[in-house]
Nanobody, 125 residues
Framework: QVQLAESGGGSVQAGGSLRLSCAAS????????MGWFRQAPGKEREGVAA???????GYGDSVKGRFTISRDNTKNTLYLQMNSLKPEDTAMYYC???????????????????WGQGTQVTVSS
């Protein structure tokens, strides 16, 4: 059974940093495309960052240059380093996994089969 568990969220002032982690279990991590998504109250889910099986990455426009996605397949863990945080980054952050069947869905959320429960990030001004 595939399970994803996020951690590392919290409250931080604008300009600060946080590192999110997503521990995966129940599958071969290096065969899965991985992504981070977020959703703020009253807003639609937004793709934040994605990394494919070759470790090629992609980012949403609002986080480019500030966030970095990475993966450690030896630890079955996905990371999101978030720097220069802004109040508009406040949201619940979710990690997601999609089996690699020849292509990765990048920031297309509905293509991901597995989701974690989320971790809250709050940025104050």
């Amino acid at each position: 059974q595939v399970q994803l568990a996020e951690s590392g969220g919290g409250s931080v002032q604008a300009g600060g940093s946080l590192r999110l982690s997503c521990a995966a279990s129940g599958y071969t991590h290096n065969r899965y495309c991985m992504g981070w998504f977020r959703q703020a109250p009253g807003k639609e889910r937004e793709g934040v960052a994605a990394i494919d099986v070759t470790e090629s990455t992609g980012y949403g426009d609002s986080v480019k240059g500030r966030f970095t996605i990475s993966r450690d397949n030896t630890k079955n863990t996905l990371y999101l380093q978030m720097n220069s945080l802004k109040p508009e980054d406040t949201a619940m952050y979710y990690c997601a996994a999609a089996f690699y069947g020849g292509w990765c869905p990048r920031l297309v959320g509905y293509e991901y089969q597995y989701w974690g429960q989320g971790t809250q990030v709050t940025v104050s001004s």
